[in-house]
């Protein structure tokens, strides 16, 4: 299956500060793709999805200027948390479709863990 | 998208067959049976897909009553490796901008 990254794995920050979290697409063009939220024992929430030169569409209580996504590009798309805070300790996951996937699959990425201090 | 249930929990010893079952009793003429897992701190990991026929790969085999109502995921011989949530997602094969939504699963835990 086609392949997709994230960077980095880990993140430690303190609060107030910003965290850039980067998804990229290895082997094929990213039309679409979508970032997911998980709390510990918790199923992936879908904050938000967003085609590539477009703005993001986000989920009923996801706060957009908190979350700020950019897809720039059709391997890159970027997620920044601004102005972090302990409650957004989460492990987020981005998800990438390729217009050219004849099962229309979603390809996951490892996903970054964050803590908030 | 048809909501599907899943036991919360299951466990499976080490070498034998896991079946993981899956209910879908409103599940619509075009939509697919999806299955994929997630392995403790890592992302989703695809498994297999179908319509209405059984299917079969090199991860596991995935048998969908006539009906359609339900479907059963089966592991043929289960490792620790193995040890995951697994999820069972209905939806359309083309479905655009549309994401997989992810319900609570089931916890399968393989035992030596």
């Known amino acids: 299956g086609a392949v997709v990254s994230q960077h980095p794995s880990r993140v430690i920050c303190k609060s107030g500060t910003s965290v850039k979290i980067e998804c990229r697409s290895l082997?094929?063009?990213?039309?679409?793709m979508f970032w997911y939220r998980q709390f510990p024992k918790q199923s992936l929430m879908l904050m938000a999805t967003s085609n590539e030169g477009s703005k993001a569409t986000y989920e009923q209580g996801v706060e957009k200027d908190k979350f700020l996504i950019n897809h720039a590009s059709l391997t890159l798309s970027t997620l920044t948390v601004t102005s972090a805070h302990p409650e957004d300790s989460s492990f987020y996951i981005c998800s990438a479709r390729g217009g050219r996937s004849s099962y229309n699959e979603q390809f996951f990425g490892p996903g970054t863990r964050l803590t908030v201090l | 998208d048809a909501k599907t249930t899943q036991p919360p929990s299951m466990d499976c010893a080490e070498g034998r067959a896991a079946n993981l079952p899956c209910n879908h009793s409103t599940i619509s003429g075009n939509e697919y049976v999806y299955w994929y897992r997630q392995i403790h701190s890592q992302g989703p990991q695809y498994i297999i897909h179908?319509?209405?026929n059984n299917e079969t790969n090199e991860m596991a085999s995935l048998i969908i009553t006539e009906d359609r109502k339900s479907s059963t995921l089966i592991l043929p011989h289960a490792t620790l490796r193995d040890t995951a949530v697994y999820y069972c997602?209905?939806?359309?094969?083309?479905?655009?901008?549309?994401?997989?939504?992810f319900g609570k699963g089931t916890r399968l835990s393989v035992i030596a």
């Open positions: 082997d094929f063009q990213a039309t679409t």
């Open positions: 997602i209905v939806r359309v094969f083309y479905s655009g901008n549309t994401p997989l939504v």
């Open positions: 179908g319509l209405k």
